[in-house]
């Protein structure tokens, strides 16, 4: 009982806080106002000192949240349609794969880290993956989940206002014609949508499964958008919540630590994650202009980011929300299965310096 006040007392006040930036953002007329706002206010809030605080189920829901709205626009038309992109989906992961090993390549160099933590602090991954996979294998999972904390801060500190500028001025809107299939709230239905998403989120976190309270909604809600079974969408105040949620829990991992988190790496980490978002903004664009599909949406699905950030992102700019959740979806899963055999090819490419 005393962890869960605990708990209440550093959540409610990071809530407040989140609520409050994200209605800023709105007036400012930003992107994604609910994820930019709370992760940037409790990111600096907590860098500042203050201890705030989020239980894991308050990701979990959001992250439910973000897996359910998304699996509804995967109806059998559009499954069709993404089916024509495998090759390029394909293509994406490995460009993935090979552009996290240059970065991990560079960060060594740049900062001077030891070979390990290196490749897991940009290998284009989940944050708690990463650290978990770099622990078993030597890394130093602080720096390690810093890294991937700071990434997924430029990331979305970049690239939604990148592509919502880019549409507005050079692409025009967005014009991808994906729509989820169902269109209105029915409370009976969404009960019913609530349970069967909950229910697998849970399996597979049973079975430990990765990002399951993602993987587990999306792909019950993909199975009945698929088969045409409409039961509800999911009203605005539900997705707008989770991605509070969600950022929020990414803003209260930063601490007045994170600051003074060996300067030098973080500098590496800036540099390589800017270097990597280049790279692939041009991958990105070449593939758009090889397939036809809308730049705005490649951009998102090649980009370093995650399943959730990326995805809301070409939802709200109204760009192809299954193109890019399959690319995010195909990578992470390919990621977290390969990682440790990837290491070990790398390393034995970048043996550590023998000391005298």
């Known amino acids: 009982m005393g962890v869960l006040k605990g708990q209440l007392r550093a959540f409610l006040p990071a809530v407040l806080l989140a609520f409050g930036a994200a209605e800023a953002c709105i007036a400012l007329d930003t992107p994604l106002p609910w994820m930019i706002g709370p992760l ?24 439910w949240a973000i897996g359910t709205a998304l699996g509804l626009y995967f109806s059998a038309p559009v ?16 460009f993935a794969l090979c552009l996290g090993m240059a970065g991990g390549a560079a960060l060594r160099r740049l900062s001077g880290t030891d070979q390990t933590t290196a490749f897991f602090a940009m290998a284009v991954g989940g944050a708690s993956e990463m650290a978990v996979q770099g622990e078993r294998h030597g890394a130093v999972v602080e720096h390690v989940a810093a890294a991937h904390s ?7 500190g970049a690239i939604p206002f990148a592509v919502r500028w880019w549409s507005r001025h050079g692409w025009g809107a967005g014009a991808d014609p994906f729509v989820p299939l169902a269109t209105a709230v029915h409370p009976g239905g969404l009960l019913v949508l609530v349970a069967l998403t909950a229910g697998a989120a849970l399996l597979l976190k049973r079975l430990q499964v990765p990002n399951a309270w993602v993987i587990g909604p999306l792909l019950v809600a993909l199975a009945l958008s ?20 969600i950022d929020v829990s990414l803003g209260t991992r930063f601490t007045p630590r994170f600051v003074h988190t060996a300067p030098r790496y973080l500098a590496g980490v800036a540099a390589c994650t800017a270097g990597a978002m280049l790279l692939a903004a041009a991958f990105a664009l ?20 995650g399943i959730a950030e990326m995805s809301l992102t070409a939802r709200v700019l109204h760009l192809g929300v299954p193109v890019v959740t399959a690319f995010h979806v195909s990578r992470m899963v390919v990621v977290v299965l390969a990682i440790g055999p990837l290491y070990r090819a790398w390393a034995r490419l970048h043996p550590a310096p023998k000391v005298a």
């Not at 809308?294 to 370093?304: D, Q, Y």
């Open 150 to 156: 700071l990434r997924i801060m430029m990331v979305v």
């Open 226 to 245: 698929a088969a045409g079974i409409e039961l509800s969408r999911l009203p605005e105040w539900m997705i707008r919540g989770g991605q509070l949620f």
């Open 40 to 63: 940037f206010s409790t990111a600096l809030a907590c860098m500042l000192g203050a201890r705030l605080g989020a239980p894991v189920q308050a990701r979990e829901a959001g992250q």
């Open 79 to 94: 499954l069709a349609a993404l089916a024509r992109n495998l090759p390029w989906i394909a293509l994406a992961v490995v």
């Open 286 to 305: 070449c593939v758009a202009a090889l397939t036809g599909l809308h730049p705005g949406t490649m951009l998102l699905a090649t980009s370093p980011g």
